[in-house]
T-cell receptor, first 116, second 113 residues
Framework: NAGVTQTPKFQVLKTGQSMTLQCAQD?????MSWYRQDPGMGLRLIHY???????DQGEVPNGYNVSRSTTEDFPLRLLSAAPSQTSVYFC???????????????FGSGTRLTVV | AQKVTQAQTEISVVEKEDVTLDCVYE???????LFWYKQPPSGELVFLIR??????QNEISGRYSWNFQKSTSSFNFTITASQVVDSAVYFC??????????FGKGTRLHILP
């Protein structure tokens, strides 16, 4: 099915380990983003991209890296995992700009990450 | 600055009661969109509605209705005759012109049988 695919769905890491959360979409959307969801904090933007080769920081970028080498993929890298990064991570995609706002955003099913 | 405020952290109502979830927003954009999303216990984010700032008419979809008032910067969501399946976290969201989506912190709704 077309949409946003996130892998893995669950992950447990030890403090200091690194890993990459994968996000792929097949809708030819220019815009992709990563959010983290924590209790009482809603969804907070980590990084986003308005097209291949272009990325920018969101509200809570520290400890995370992203790259956008293709339109389809937008991986999120945790360089050295910390317990504070325990969260649920969502990837989203849309058409860019006003078109994206007009047509809405598609979210992946989420990755639940626990750092011990 | 863009901001979305959902002042109600958690609400509990008995099944069949009506309930309204509040959303107040701030934006400097002259035209904008507003969204509501539902997050059921399974965890996925489900799109409910999109509203353009040009259109201030209220919208009704079955038991759901939305009251958009530009004068008070509010976009409230009412569930009529609530059901247990409506139990979820509900988010109000405001897309910004540079493609960022600003979410409120969400309202957790409990519908008690």
């Amino acid at each position: 099915n077309a949409g946003v695919t996130q892998t893995p769905k669950f992950q447990v890491l030890k403090t200091g380990q690194s890993m990459t959360l994968q996000c792929a979409q097949d809708m030819n959307h220019e815009y992709m983003s990563w959010y983290r969801q924590d209790p009482g904090m809603g969804l907070r933007l980590i990084h986003y991209s308005v097209g291949a080769g272009i990325t920018d920081q969101g509200e809570v970028p520290n400890g995370y890296n992203v790259s956008r080498s293709t339109t389809e993929d937008f991986p999120l890298r945790l360089l050295s995992a910390a317990p504070s990064q325990t969260s649920v991570y969502f990837c989203a995609s849309s058409y860019s700009g006003r078109t994206g706002a007009a047509y809405g955003y598609t979210f992946g099913s989420g990755t639940r990450l626990t750092v011990v | 600055a863009q901001k979305v405020t959902q002042a109600q952290t958690e609400i509990s109502v008995v099944e069949k009661e009506d309930v309204t979830l509040d959303c107040v927003y701030e934006t400097r954009d002259t035209t904008y969109y507003l969204f509501w999303y539902k997050q059921p216990p399974s965890g996925e984010l489900v799109f409910l509605i999109r509203r353009n700032s040009f259109d201030e008419q209220n919208e009704i979809s079955g038991r759901y209705s939305w009251n958009f008032q530009k004068s008070t910067s509010s976009f409230n969501f009412t569930i009529t005759a609530s059901q247990v399946v409506d139990s979820a976290v509900y988010f109000c969201a405001l897309p910004h012109r540079d493609d960022k989506i600003i979410f409120g912190k969400g309202t957790r709704l409990h519908i008690l049988p």
